[in-house]
């Protein structure tokens, strides 16, 4: 019985476990105060691993974006870890930089929230592309999914690396058996990602109403 439970969860893909964990994933918007917000920080760091997992399948072209969420990522773990019983709550971590004035630095976790929140955004535009276009080019979904996405808030150096890495982009027959499961069917893959992609985005969209009341008024910054 173990065996046969290990052999199921085995044979699990990156987009199935995040489907499972956001089916999970709960976020309280403010109603009338921001006192009534949450933003559970274990499982949404959680969630952003297992996309770092999807876009490593990209290849060398993410390792950009991976290094950022990688560093946001342990930015916020290490507040957390202060006093987990308070910071466990992602949004008590903004509440305390807004009342510090300190949510604006380079270093603070409101912008590593931000910065993580925008690459999932990433993401999931990818996903909700690929999803409708899966006969067209890798190459062309990314590339039209940062300038809607990403590239908006990127600097001249970074939209530059970026493009360079574009040339690096796999096929989408290796990208497809890179994110799916060994015996998972072509259909199968594309309701996977459709799901993915249909449950993150509003996810994504009650952490940006969260940032804006809470902390940050222009989400350019």
């Not at 019985?1 to 044979?11: G, H, L, N, S, T």
């Not at 990156?14 to 559970?40: F, R, Y």
């Not at 290094?67 to 202060?82: A, F, H, S």
């Amino acid at each position: 019985m173990k065996r046969k439970r290990y052999d199921m969860e085995k044979k699990k893909t990156e987009l199935q476990t995040a489907i499972e964990e956001l089916s999970l994933l709960i976020i309280t918007k403010p109603v009338d105060n921001i006192e009534t917000s949450h933003i559970p920080l274990t499982p949404f760091l959680s969630l952003c691993n297992l996309i770092i997992q999807v876009l490593d399948k990209i290849g060398p072209t993410m390792a950009v974006l991976r290094q950022d969420i990688d560093q946001n990522i342990q930015r916020l773990e290490k507040v957390c870890e202060t006093d987990p019983c308070v910071y466990s709550n992602l949004v008590e971590i903004l509440k305390k930089e807004r009342n510090e004035g300190t949510y604006k630095m380079v270093a603070s976790c409101s912008r590593a929230l931000l910065w993580l929140t925008r690459t999932m955004d990433f993401t999931a535009g990818l996903l909700r592309r690929l999803s409708k276009e899966m006969s067209s080019k890798m190459e062309e979904l990314i590339e039209e999914t940062y300038l809607a996405t990403l590239k908006l808030h990127h600097g001249w150096i970074a939209s530059a690396a970026f493009k360079v890495c574009l040339k690096l982009v796999p096929d989408n027959k290796t990208f497809m058996e890179a994110i799916g499961g060994r015996d998972e069917s072509y259909e199968t893959l594309r309701e996977d990602i459709a799901t993915l992609s249909s449950l993150l985005t509003p996810i994504l969209n009650e952490i940006f109403i969260v940032l804006v009341i809470t902390v940050i008024i222009d989400l350019s910054y």
